[in-house]
């Protein structure tokens, strides 16, 4: 079983910026797609941004340009760098992958800790 343990969170101001990583026990070029979700208090856990073994990345509209997803196949880690914070991005952060012809919500394995974003003044 893929084990997941996320990590580079914290409080930060608006405007700031914040490097989330994703350590993934096996190895992730095996895996056809990795994600970052979020989840605020209340809500559902949701996409912001996925990248498949080839390099092909997605993101949610609101995080369009402000952050950037990135794997490092020889570390098996991947990465969520995120500029540009605003207080709507505050949330609790997870990764998790999928397997190719799965959907973004049929994760592959069962989700780590997540690490908490909190962005306020």
């Known amino acids: 079983q893929v084990q997941l343990v996320e990590s580079g969170g914290g409080l930060v101001q608006p405007g700031g910026s914040l490097r989330l990583s994703c350590a993934v026990s096996e190895s992730i070029s095996s895996i056809y797609a990795m994600g970052w979700y979020r989840q605020a208090p209340g809500k559902q856990r949701v996409l912001v941004a996925g990248?498949?073994?080839?390099?092909?990345?997605e993101y949610t509209h609101s995080v369009e340009g402000r952050f950037t997803i990135s794997r490092d196949n020889a570390k098996n880690t991947m990465y969520l760098q995120m500029n540009s914070l605003k207080p709507e991005d505050t949330a609790a952060y997870y990764c998790?992958?999928?397997?190719?012809?799965?959907?973004?919500?049929?994760?592959?394995?069962?989700w780590g800790p997540g690490t908490q974003v909190t962005v306020s003044s």
């Open positions: 998790n992958g999928r397997h190719l012809g799965r959907g973004w919500y049929e994760p592959l394995a069962s």
């Open positions: 990248i498949t073994r080839d390099g092909l990345t």
